[in-house]
């Protein structure tokens, strides 16, 4: 069974400009949570995917946006970047979306992200 | 608005000792408690989750108790090994919107 992985692993961006994180979510799983977590800090919700369409979203400006696709993978869009965006981002899987409520989050290792 | 915290935010004890880590909440209004343990490069594993309706729940040497009145979580971890190093995070579950509200973590250092 393939576990939650996640691309690039690091990435560096300069201020302004546009980045695409991916997740290719666990077999079977059709919920796909992403999480920013700063140094130092817990992660903080930004949206979650359940069969191709957001079902929530954390307090995050439109400029994050993401897709799902129907194989259930995801891509998290940031326009506009802002030192402030550097972060660890974190995407989970899940079998419904009561992610993390009535059954367990599977997490991927996340992705660097460092705005410069 | 829930809060959520860790104290301490670092801990180092010797092999083999039985510890306690702690966790507090702001808003009873709560689903469920959880707690997570992160790896540096391998992401964050569930270790255990405790209904509102439950006291407490046990995986191994772990053991987990919520108290809903007081705000409060604690993490019992016994016989501690130093493959428990490793930054361990609580997360409350709310009711409202099935958001998960998490604390910044408690890094946990087990010395051989």
């Known amino acids: 069974e393939t576990g939650v992985t996640q691309s690039p692993t690091h990435l560096i961006k300069t201020r302004g400009q546009q980045v695409t994180l991916r997740c290719s979510s666990q077999s079977g799983h059709n919920t796909v949570s992403w999480y920013q977590q700063a140094l130092g800090q817990g992660p903080q919700f930004i949206f979650q995917?359940?069969?191709?369409?957001?079902?929530g979203r954390g307090n995050f400006p439109p400029r994050f946006s993401g897709l799902q696709f129907p194989n259930y993978s995801s891509e998290l869009n940031v326009n506009a970047l802002e030192l402030d965006d550097s972060a660890l981002y974190l995407c989970?899987?899940?079998?419904?979306?009561?992610?993390?409520?009535?059954?367990?989050?599977?997490f991927g290792p996340g992705t660097r992200l460092l705005v410069l | 608005k829930q809060e959520v915290t860790q104290i301490p935010a670092a801990l180092s004890v010797p092999e083999g000792e039985n510890l306690v880590l702690n966790c507090s909440f702001t808003d009873s209004a709560i689903y469920n408690l959880q707690w997570f343990r992160q790896d540096p490069g391998k992401g964050l594993t569930s270790l255990l989750l405790i209904q509102s309706s439950q006291r407490e729940q046990t995986s191994g040497r772990l053991n987990a108790s919520l108290d809903k009145s007081s705000g409060r979580s604690t993490l019992y971890i016994a016989a501690s090994q130093p493959g428990d190093s490793a930054t361990y995070l609580c997360a409350a579950g709310m009711d409202s919107n099935y958001q998960l509200i998490w604390g910044a973590g408690t890094k946990l250092i087990i010395k051989p």
């Open positions: 989970a899987s899940s079998l419904t979306w009561l992610a993390g409520f009535q059954e367990t989050q599977y």
């Open positions: 995917y359940y069969r191709e369409e957001e079902n």
